[in-house]
């Protein structure tokens, strides 16, 4: 057992180093940090599988998301592991569950990752044979950023979904 700063630091550590490893290293070393805490750790299941999806195992990463979520996944970390979870999924192509989780959670609230939910949306919709929502969605998301139009681009994109 270790102590949780030390654990997240060294973990934060390991996802700044990302692009020094190999895949496989990466993992393995992913694995060996979510060794070091109790078996079924929500934490340690969503750091391996982020660290699965991130070098394209996606099939074991849905498994250790859903894992993650089961165990109880702390506040500040569902609603990322939701996103990844959900990008899985699609890639996994299991569009339609993909979209119905992440329409939940842009409609469960907001915070600084509605850009990310609306982009993974966007893309699971597209995925799903569903463009034209798809588009309404990513425009929806981009009308509030604008100079000008905001108004206007918004109603379209209302008459999209």
């Given amino acids: 057992m270790t102590d949780d700063r030390d654990w997240g630091r060294r973990v934060a550590a390991l996802w700044d180093a990302f692009d020094d490893h190999e895949p496989a290293a990466f993992v393995a070393r992913m694995a060996e940090l979510a060794a070091e805490r109790p078996d079924g750790d929500a934490l340690a299941e969503y750091e391996l599988a982020s660290a699965l999806d991130s070098t394209g195992d996606e099939a074991r990463a849905a498994e250790h998301y859903e894992r993650a979520f089961a165990a109880g996944l702390p506040a500040d970390r569902r609603r990322p592991a939701t996103i990844q979870y959900a990008s899985t999924l699609r890639n996994l192509g299991r569009f339609e569950e993909s979209v119905a989780l992440l329409t939940a959670e842009r409609d469960a609230g907001s915070d600084e990752l509605d850009g990310a939910v609306a982009a993974f949306l966007a893309l699971a919709l597209t ?18 950023h604008l100079p000008r139009y905001r108004r206007s681009l918004a109603n379209y994109a209302r008459e999209l979904l």
Wanted: overall charge positive; proline content about 6%; aromatic content about 0%.
């Fill in 127 to 144: 995925s799903a044979g569903r463009e034209r929502q798809a588009v309404g969605v990513a425009l929806g998301a981009l009308a509030p």
